[in-house]
């Protein structure tokens, strides 16, 4: 029951965030810089866990435990390096503006960041690690 | 012998170590150039019960650390390195709900990215310590 709630949370979620980059893009008349490098990032991120949701969709199907211990420890130790990719964004997303752009960023834009580079580096550790494996 | 509160540095944290140090200490001494609004007063007065609080732990973690090299323990077990990893994923997640609460804030204060970023670090830092307290007291459960 808890494995089913959780993959229709997440079903939920990846809708919410489909539904509001559609709105985004209609509403925007123009296409900057910033939507060039964001949007398929999050493109990225939704695809990524969607395949996460459907592999689990396939185990509660068949009966079996959405992760068993070795998917756990892949999603900690990916969780581990989207902590370090987070500590190092916070910082470096506004020192990467001040030497490319000479500005300050605002602190939503340090938000988006934080959540975006973390989330990527999540994503993709977790798919890497759980095909090639762990070594220790 | 296991170490009390279970902590090791390990070599990437190094960096992330000088980086929060210095982030608390950049904190403290801008604050009153921070200083804009009284929302930021009461952020800022937040973070420097963070920075206490992690100074504090920081302190305790540095005298079990030394307490086990006296004893020669070995760098880090199999536990300790679990452990590690699972705090750091529980904070992460911890870090990426508050980071909603804070784009919310953001959005409506106009927050500088001087709080905002040392916000997320101190945050995510003091709930590692957290964490990783937690499951050596209450043991590493499912891992």
């Known amino acids: ?136 | 012998m296991k170490s009390k509160l279970g902590w090791k540095w390990t070599k990437e944290e190094y960096p992330m170590i000088i980086l929060w140090i210095s982030s608390t200490i950049f904190l403290i001494s801008n604050k009153l150039n921070l200083v804009k609004k009284s929302t930021e007063l009461s952020i800022i007065s937040f973070l420097g019960c963070i920075s206490i609080f992690s100074i504090v732990i920081f302190y305790l973690l540095i005298k079990d650390l030394n307490k086990d090299t006296k004893k020669k323990l070995p760098e880090e077990d199999e536990r300790t390195k679990k452990i590690n990893y699972k705090a750091k994923n529980y904070s992460w997640h911890t870090t990426y709900i508050l980071v909603l609460i804070i784009s919310v804030f953001a959005s409506i204060y106009d927050i500088s990215h001087i709080i905002t970023a040392g916000l997320i670090i101190l945050s995510m830092i003091t709930s590692q310590f957290i964490f990783v307290i937690y499951f050596n007291i209450k043991g590493d459960g499912k891992i």
């Open chain 1, 1 to 136: 029951m808890k494995d089913k709630l959780g993959v229709i949370l997440g079903i939920g979620v990846s809708i919410l965030v489909i539904f509001t980059l559609f709105l985004y893009l209609v509403v925007k008349n123009s296409v900057e810089l910033f939507d060039i490098i964001t949007i398929p990032i999050v493109a990225f991120l939704v695809l990524a866990a969607s395949y996460v949701i459907y592999d689990r969709m396939k185990n509660i199907k068949k009966g079996l435990p959405v992760a068993d211990e070795r998917l756990k420890i892949v999603s900690y130790k990916a969780g581990y390096y989207a902590f370090i990719a987070a500590i190092w964004s916070a910082i470096g997303s506004n020192m990467a503006s001040i030497f490319l752009y000479d500005q300050d960023l605002r602190g939503g834009l340090v938000v988006a960041a934080v959540v975006l580079v973390s989330g990527i580096v999540f994503m993709i550790s977790y798919l890497y690690l759980s095909m090639k494996g762990i070594r220790d």
